[in-house]
């Protein structure tokens, strides 16, 4: 089983479209959380923390649930360059080894 | 502020030539990441330094593959002997780990990576 899994996608949405992805991990000692986006041959970018209270930055909203080792991110009214694949990561229970474990992505295609 | 670099951009080698890659991480950023993404696949974690000390190696595939950093700044990725399964993008990664705790300390950002074609 992978450490981090991720629906691959491609998820198709129109613009203006609110859209979810989910995460799931193994490990439940797991303890820090992201999402980066990654563009097409592009580097990884930090989107945003996780944090267990949830937390939102303009139209978009992370949801972590240790009890499920479940993670989401919620995208609202969405635009065209929004348009990425978007990288569930966590860190391991290690804080020896502060590597990030990073799921496959889920691709997100905006449509016009 | 600048961020990570990293150099060549692209790398074209023989198989078994050996290849040097570069990385600069962002200035006062003490821990610096290598990882690897093959075509189609994940991020695959390498090498992590915490200043010039490399506490965590275990993702090295393999004793053709070594990396030091020197003055806590930049750093280079050695692969000696190159196969064509070496082929993918490096990234390098740097982060500030704080003492406060939280997801603030692994925080990393990433350089443009480097990619590697071995024919």
């Known amino acids: 089983r992978k450490e981090v899994e991720q629906d691959p996608g491609p998820f198709n949405v129109p613009e203006g479209a609110t859209v979810a992805f989910n995460c799931t991990y193994s490990?439940?000692?797991?303890?820090?959380f992201f999402w980066y986006r990654q563009d097409c041959r592009k580097e990884p970018k930090l989107l945003m923390s996780?944090?267990?209270s949830g937390n939102e930055d303009g139209r978009f909203t992370a949801q972590l649930n240790r009890a499920s080792q479940y993670i989401s991110l919620l995208i609202r009214d969405s635009k065209l360059s929004d348009s990425a694949t978007y990288l569930c990561v966590v860190t391991g229970p290690d804080t020896g080894r502060r590597a990030l474990t990073f799921g496959s992505g889920t691709r997100l295609q905006v449509q016009p | 502020g600048a961020g990570v670099s990293q150099s060549p951009s692209n790398k074209v080698t023989e198989k078994g030539k050996d290849v040097e890659l570069r990385c600069d991480p962002i200035?006062?950023?003490?821990?610096l990441y290598w990882y690897r993404q093959s075509l189609g696949q994940g991020l695959e974690f390498l090498i992590y330094?915490?200043?010039?000390?490399?506490?965590?190696k275990s993702g090295l595939p393999s004793d053709r593959f070594s990396a030091e950093r020197t003055g806590g700044s930049v750093s280079t990725l050695t692969i000696q002997r190159t196969q064509q399964e070496d082929s993918a993008v490096y990234l390098c990664a740097s982060s500030q780990p704080g003492t406060s705790g939280g997801n603030h300390n692994y925080e990393q950002y990433f350089g443009p990576g480097t990619r590697l074609t071995v024919t």
């Open positions: 996780v944090y267990s």
């Open positions: 330094f915490q200043g010039n000390s490399a506490p965590d």
């Open positions: 490990n439940s000692a797991s303890q820090s």
């Open positions: 200035s006062g950023h003490t821990a």
